[in-house]
């Protein structure tokens, strides 16, 4: 990631809201971000997200008519990589839950060109392709995977003379770049069978991604039919049994131990804290009906609800009965909150823990010398 030149981040988008944050984090410097136009609209919202450094950019879903929008958006990035500045694009163009690289738009090639063919910016730009993974979408403490990776320099480049095909041309070899760590799916079969298998080891696999790719590139060798049947049956138990996590602690002594205070601590949990969560909920419902930044809006909804909501518990509690209740109601839902996911995976993974053994011991399968 350079750190002392103009640059253009070029990343996949699985996870819409928090991309942006992951990204940041990673980042070592200050970002640019572009998002859909359709955000804009109110005056209000548009001050607030230029704010914080967030610029349109229209869709032809978001109407013909504000294509033409977009000039002034490039035109402010141009600005920022004059300045050293660092761009940051979602080249997907729009945000879905899913673990394979999507088809890429023309806004990245767009605004490399623009910037390469500007004097003022030229050579000295570089795009960073990213790769962001996660082990899960909706799980509290999913493992985040991410990587810049090969820069993209002015020099890879030779036509200049038709914008058309240097975007082709860019997009070309910017997919290849990204696809060298994105997980591959045959889009021509299967592809529910594949997603379902990726998703499994990125949630519960150490070095998911990894294990992720060495299955995948075994499932695509030509030839390889008893690895695919094999792979394809392990798919089917997944969604026969609505597995969706692994745990490691099995039918161990310390999961027995562990079940009846996570009993304890999983009902204790949604009782202190199903209020916000739910409202929560229904906001982020109401707002998206449930389109790609549900699950962000609900995230955004709880970090303000969420802490209003204890001001309040604490409030009703020492009104009503004493600061010492007051201060252990505000202990209980928040310890509660904090140990409520891994509570529920405890108790799951006892439900389910002859599935999970047959799991173990197909994935064992899948990966035996001369399997396939």
């Given at each position: 990631m350079?750190?002392?030149?103009?640059?253009?981040?070029?990343?996949?988008?699985?996870?819409?809201?928090?991309?942006?944050?992951?990204?940041?984090?990673?980042?070592?410097?200050?970002l640019?971000?572009?998002?859909?136009?359709?955000?804009?609209?109110?005056?209000?919202?548009?001050?607030?997200?230029y704010?914080?450094?967030?610029?349109?950019?229209?869709?032809?879903?978001?109407?013909?008519?504000?294509?033409?929008?977009?000039?002034?958006?490039?035109?402010?990035?141009?600005?920022?990589?004059?300045?050293?500045?660092?761009?940051?694009?979602?080249?997907?163009?729009?945000?879905?839950?899913?673990?394979e690289?999507?088809?890429?738009?023309?806004?990245?090639?767009?605004?490399?060109?623009?910037?390469?063919?500007?004097?003022?910016?030229?050579?000295?730009?570089?795009?960073?392709?990213?790769?962001?993974?996660?082990?899960?979408?909706?799980?509290m403490?999913?493992?985040?995977?991410?990587?810049?990776?090969?820069?993209?320099?002015?020099?890879?480049?030779?036509?200049?003379?038709?914008?058309?095909?240097?975007?082709?041309?860019?997009?070309?070899?910017?997919?290849?770049?990204?696809?060298?760590?994105?997980?591959?799916?045959?889009?021509?079969?299967?592809?529910?069978?594949?997603?379902?298998?990726?998703?499994?080891?990125?949630?519960?696999?150490?070095?998911?991604?990894?294990?992720?790719?060495?299955?995948?590139?075994?499932?695509?060798?030509?030839?390889?039919?008893?690895?695919?049947?094999?792979?394809?049956?392990?798919?089917?138990?997944?969604?026969?049994?609505?597995?969706n996590?692994?745990?490691?602690?099995?039918?161990?002594?310390?999961?027995?131990?562990?079940?009846?205070?996570?009993?304890?601590?999983?009902?204790?949990?949604?009782?202190?804290?199903?209020?916000?969560?739910?409202?929560?909920?229904?906001?982020?419902?109401?707002i998206?009906?449930?389109?790609?930044?549900?699950?962000?809006?609900?995230y955004?909804?709880?970090?303000?609800?969420?802490?209003?909501?204890?001001?309040?518990?604490?409030?009703?509690?020492?009104?009503?009965?004493?600061?010492?209740?007051?201060?252990?109601?505000?202990?209980?839902?928040?310890?509660?909150?904090?140990?409520?996911?891994?509570?529920?995976?405890?108790?799951?993974?006892?439900?389910?823990?002859?599935?999970?053994?047959?799991?173990?011991?197909?994935?064992?399968?899948?990966?035996?010398?001369?399997?396939?």
């Amino acid at each position: 990631m350079p750190l002392d030149c103009p640059v253009v981040l070029a990343s996949n988008h699985p996870n819409a809201f928090l991309d942006s944050i992951v990204m940041t984090s990673c980042a070592g410097r200050p970002l640019y971000y572009t998002a859909r136009g359709d955000f804009f609209k109110s005056k209000i919202a548009s001050r607030f997200l230029y704010y914080i450094q967030i610029l349109p950019v229209f869709r032809i879903e978001e109407g013909k008519e504000n294509l033409h929008k977009n000039e002034e958006t490039f035109s402010y990035c141009i600005d920022i990589l004059k300045e050293n500045g660092a761009v940051s694009i979602f080249s997907e163009g729009f945000s879905e839950n899913k673990w394979e690289l999507r088809p890429l738009r023309k806004g990245t090639a767009r605004l490399a060109f623009e910037a390469w063919s500007n004097p003022g910016i030229s050579d000295k730009l570089k795009v960073v392709p990213v790769i962001i993974h996660y082990s899960s979408w909706l799980k509290m403490f999913p493992r985040v995977y991410v990587e810049f990776l090969e820069n993209i320099e002015k020099k890879s480049f030779t036509n200049w003379e038709e914008p058309g095909i240097f975007n082709k041309q860019f997009n070309e070899k910017l997919k290849d770049i990204l696809s060298r760590k994105c997980i591959a799916v045959d889009e021509s079969s299967d592809v529910a069978t594949q997603n379902k298998i990726i998703g499994f080891l990125l949630k519960n696999a150490t070095k998911g991604t990894a294990t992720a790719k060495k299955l995948q590139d075994k499932y695509l060798l030509p030839g390889s039919e008893i690895f695919k049947i094999n792979y394809k049956a392990l798919s089917e138990f997944l969604t026969r049994g609505n597995i969706n996590y692994d745990s490691k602690s099995g039918t161990s002594i310390g999961t027995i131990l562990l079940l009846l205070p996570s009993c304890l601590l999983f009902i204790v949990a949604w009782i202190y804290n199903f209020i916000p969560y739910l409202l929560s909920k229904f906001i982020a419902w109401i707002i998206t009906k449930g389109n790609d930044f549900h699950d962000s809006l609900m995230y955004c909804s709880l970090m303000l609800l969420y802490p209003i909501y204890l001001v309040i518990l604490f409030y009703c509690s020492v009104h009503h009965s004493s600061l010492r209740i007051g201060t252990e109601n505000l202990l209980i839902a928040l310890v509660s909150a904090y140990f409520y996911e891994s509570s529920k995976r405890t108790i799951w993974s006892f439900w389910k823990r002859k599935k999970l053994i047959i799991i173990r011991q197909m994935f064992s399968r899948l990966f035996e010398t001369n399997n396939g």
